[in-house]
Structure formats: C-alpha cells, structure tokens
C-alpha cells in the first residue's frame, strides 16, 4: 500500500511531490516515545518492521525515509549505523536521504557522529547540525568534508528525480482543492473500504418501507453528545486538518423509502424507546485516536457498548455501524445481527454508509487485521514489559527525576497479527482477512505450478449468490519447518466481481522478481535464505482458507 500510494504521490508531474516514509523504525507506541528503547531480535526486526520499508522502497517512488524519535536496541533510530547505513542503505540498497523527525536525538558527538551513521539531513531547524557543529567535528577528524558531500548529494538527486525544481514552487496554496472528481473518489473509497463483519439473517441489505432508528452521536452533524459528532470521526485525528462530514443521519433519511428517527444516545432509555418503536435499529458506534497518545483499551468510547446493549435489548434487528481506527471488542455481538465497520471513512461517510446500508452498493472490503475477542487475547496482555515497557526498578511507571529510557521488549518476536493467533491457536472474533459481502461464494480446485519464473496459484472462483459481488481471494504460504515460522503468511490476492451464478479462474501469480526482491518465500538467518523443502499454499477468503496445495523447492 505504501509503494501504491507513493507512486501516485509522484504520478503527477506538473505538480511534483516528492514521498518519505516515516518513521524507520519498530517506532510502533506513543507512550514515550522520545525516550523509549524498542528492543528486537535480529530476525524479527527484519521480517516484521524493516520488510514493509523495503517492499515500498523496492515498488515505490520513494525520495525519503525520516528516522523515529525511539531508540532501537538502545541506540537513537537517527543516529544508528545498523538502521540506517548498514539496513536501510546496504541491504535494501536506498539511494534516497534519511532525515530525522523534528527534534529526534542524534548528535555529531556520538560514535559515530550521526552523519557518518547514515543520517543525511536534520529536519526543520537545527538542534544538532548547525554549521559550526560540524565544522568543528571536521576540523577534530571525526568528520569529513566526503560526508557532508554525501549527504547533500543524497538530498538533492532525490529532490531532482522527483522534479521539484523543474516548476515553479506555488505563491499560496489553493484555498478549496475539492472537486466533483475528488468528492466522487472520497465516498468511492469510503464504500470499498467498508467491512460486513456479520449479516445474520439477511438483515442487511435494507430493504422494504419499513421505519428506521438512527442511534449515537456521530451519525449526525448536532454536537449534542460530549461534543462529539459525524466529523470527530471523519479522519485519524490531525491538528489543523478539518473534515467536515456529509452526515450518516441525513443520508439515510434521504435514502430510506420509510421514516426515519434519531435519538443521539446520550439517554440510554430515550435510545431504546426510539429503537424499539422502529422495524430496524441502525446504532453507531465508535472511538477516537491519533498522534501524541495511546488508546488505553480497544472498547467503544462514548459508553458505546452500554448504548449498544440497550438498543439491541429493544430491537431485534439491530445493525452496528463501527467507526474506529482498528480492532475493537464486542461484548454486545451475539445481541446484533449486523456489524458493518466503516472505519474513518472521511468526508463522504454518510452517503456511502446509506449506500451500503440499502444496498445501492455492496461492501467489499477486507480485514486489515485481526479483531480479538478479549483484550487478554492481546500479545501484550499480561506483558507490561511487552507494552507500555518498564524501567530499571521494573516499573512501568517513570521514576521521578528519572531520564533512562524505557525499555519495551518485542518478546512476541515474529508472532504478530495473525500470526500470533495462529501460534497461540487463540480463535480471534474475526480473523485477518475477513469481510462478507451480499452474496456468497464457493472455492474450489486449486493448482500451485512452482518453478524459476515464480509461484502461479490457479482455483476456480463461484458466486453461489443472487447479485453481483465482489470477492478478494487471498493466497497464504506456510514454510518448511527448517524455516521455523510461527505461521502461513499471506502471498498474494486478486479482487474479483462475478455476476451471480457465475464462476471464473483466478489466477494469483507471485513472479520470481517478487519472491527475490519482497523475500515472500524467505526468512532471515543472518541474511535472507529460501529453505528446501515443502510449501503449503492455502487460498480462501480470510486467513481461515478452504484450499490447499504443496510445491517443493529444492
């Protein structure tokens, strides 16, 4: 997704941009995040944190990598030789510059002085390069003029490459950059991105003249719920950034042939009355997150699970509308018969949500990630040196006067997302992957052809429903044991439409480019090694796959 993104980021060349990934890296919590060390095995740091950056690096249009603020095995990420010289710069072979973020710690004084570990710009305003700095480091021999070059010639090719200097750089920005295309595009991706968690009974589409009971603050534009309303979940939280939301409350009313009531949830027996005096109760739920700040749990905020409970307890047909940045518990499920996660869908959240609701569009999208039922299921459960992290004296609470970095241990080492569920054999609410549709579909006779122009996975793909769908068949690939993987891991997918009754062959195909360049078939060992023996490929629609197949390699 990164490499995609990036591209388009440059796809212009009238209006150059210039991408840069952020933040290299295992820079993965808030909770300080300016003086923390993130400590991970070898192995795991290249299989888990270091192989996305080079997977967007290798496919991408990528000018840049800026360094995190946190420490790596107890050495500043902008000032590590390991992270950005040897990882980044050797192995993954980045011709681009690496900068800091604003204010991460790097010195000239350090050994090595940042600027000889790998670290080509500081970002914004001085704080450790000023120009005497380094001149006096280059007068005491611990720099040379060649790497003050390096560097600069680092910055300025890339800036070159991506044609920052072949137009003129604008007088202001544009005041209102929305167009019909791009309000078209929003509620386009807001509609694919959509998740059908659950849909028992047919429940959703909405169909027939029946009357509709709109619950909770974020379906309308009226803050009259804790300030809280359609735009305070609009975008991942971003200072000076509005989103101001097409509301789901309006959208619906203008869809639904029936009336349409609302009740903002803020009075749990007015929700419940408003839901029980309605055919369908449609409740949304969500929870807030950004920069700057850890969630303290994965549960609704809002008292979304109480104002969930009480409208299903009034309403049998009752479907959740979910908006939030990732997984999130339900302790109400089996009280719903549908859940349909919109994330944060942006500006165009209304109109899709109704679409989706009604059936003028059908969701398609897929889980991202896992969904626990509990948060005890969570890796870092039960690991408080796993997550916030702990100090010297083993608390995880900062010592007064302390400035010692707190320590976080990647004990879960290559068990992450899916793969610690699969290793822990722990059954998640919804597994990686997930995502229904309104209709269904059937797989069936896969064949894996292996060899040296790659991995070619063919299976016939049925729409066993009654309207069009769209399906992402996905492909795993679960290493010879010699590997010593904890899980299959995904390889490849397609995305599919397929009219009802209708069946095709798909055909997910991993090149040899793709297998050597993106390592989907390795796993480090000191460098990156294939090893011999048998490959289980297993194709479905989720993580929990229906096919399987073998190939060796030798």
């Known amino acids: 997704m990164a490499a995609a993104y990036s591209r388009g980021v440059g796809a212009n060349p009238a209006e150059p941009v210039e991408s840069v990934l952020k933040h290299f890296v295992a820079n993965e919590q808030e909770v300080d995040r300016n003086n923390s060390s993130s400590n991970v095995d070898d192995r795991t740091l290249r299989e888990i944190y270091t192989l996305p950056y080079e997977i967007a690096i290798d496919r991408g249009d990528v000018g840049g990598v800026m360094c995190a603020y946190n420490q790596v095995n107890h050495a500043w990420s902008c000032g590590s030789r390991q992270l ?31 600027l000889r570990a790998g670290l080509d710009q500081e970002l914004n305003a001085w704080r450790y390069w000023t120009p005497m700095a380094i001149k006096d480091q280059i007068a005491a ?14 910055i300025v090719r890339a800036h070159i490459a991506a044609g920052l200097f072949d137009v003129p750089r604008i007088a202001a920005p544009d005041a209102d950059v929305s167009t019909p295309a791009s309000v078209a595009l929003a509620r386009t991706l807001a509609e694919r991105g959509a998740v059908l968690l659950k849909n028992a009974g047919g429940v959703l589409p909405l169909s027939g003249a029946g009357s509709v009971a709109v619950i909770g603050p ?23 950034i509005p989103c ?21 949830g803020s009075d749990l027996a007015a929700a419940a009355a408003t839901a029980a005096a309605a055919d369908v109760a449609v409740v949304f739920g969500y929870y807030q997150e950004g920069e ?22 009034a309403n049998p047909n009752t479907v959740v509308v979910l908006q939030t940045g ?10 719903v018969k549908g859940v349909l996660e919109v994330w944060y869908a942006g500006e165009q959240v209304g109109p899709a949500t109704a679409a989706l609701l009604f059936g003028d569009a059908a969701p398609s999208g897929k889980l991202t990630h896992s969904f626990p039922a509990s948060e005890a299921d969570l890796p870092t459960a039960g690991h408080p040196d796993r997550y916030p992290g702990v100090f010297a004296d083993g608390s995880v609470v900062r010592p007064p006067g302390s400035t010692e970095p707190r320590q976080v241990t990647y004990g879960e080492g290559l068990q ?44 016939r793909l049925t729409n066993t429903g009654h309207r069009a769908g769209t399906e992402t068949a996905q492909a795993y690939v679960e290493l010879p044991a010699a590997a010593r993987e904890p899980a299959k891991r995904l390889l490849g997918w397609q995305r599919v439409t397929l009219a009802p009754g209708r069946s095709t062959t798909v055909e997910i195909r ?17 460098r990156w090694r294939t090893a011999p023996g048998a490959y289980t490929v297993t194709v479905g629609g989720s993580f929990d796959t229906a096919l399987t197949d073998r190939f060796t390699l030798r």
Not at 244 to 261: C, D, F, N
Request: aromatic share 10%.
């Open 84 to 114: 950005l010289d040897q990882i980044l710069k050797r192995e993954i072979g980045f011709d681009g510059w690496a900068v800091s973020d604003f204010g991460a710690r790097h010195g000239l004084t350090d050994d090595p002085p940042s």
């Open 141 to 154: 021999g611990r720099l040379r003029v060649a790497d003050v070059d390096e560097a600069a010639y680092r």
């Open 218 to 240: 974020t379906a309308a534009n009226t803050a009259t719920s804790g300030d809280v309303d359609a735009s305070s979940v609009c975008l991942h939280t971003a200072p000076n």
């Open 244 to 264: 101001a939301a097409a509301a789901p409350l309006e959208a619906i009313t203008a869809r639904s042939p029936g009336p349409v009531s609302y009740a903002d």
């Open 292 to 313: 700057f700040a850890d969630r303290p749990n994965i549960s609704l905020d809002g008292n979304g699970d109480a104002l969930i409970s009480a409208v299903a307890a």
């Open 326 to 335: 990732g997984p999130v518990v339900m302790p109400w499920l089996d009280d």
């Open 416 to 459: 992450v997302g899916y793969r610690w569920y699969a290793a822990q054999d722990v059954e998640p609410l919804f597994p990686f992957g997930h995502g229904l549709t309104y209709t269904s579909f059937r797989y069936s006779d896969l064949r894996v052809d292996a060899g040296k122009g790659g991995v070619t996975m063919r299976f």
């Open 510 to 526: 991993v090149s040899a480019a793709d297998v050597a360049d993106l390592h989907l078939l390795q796993h480090w060992d000191q």
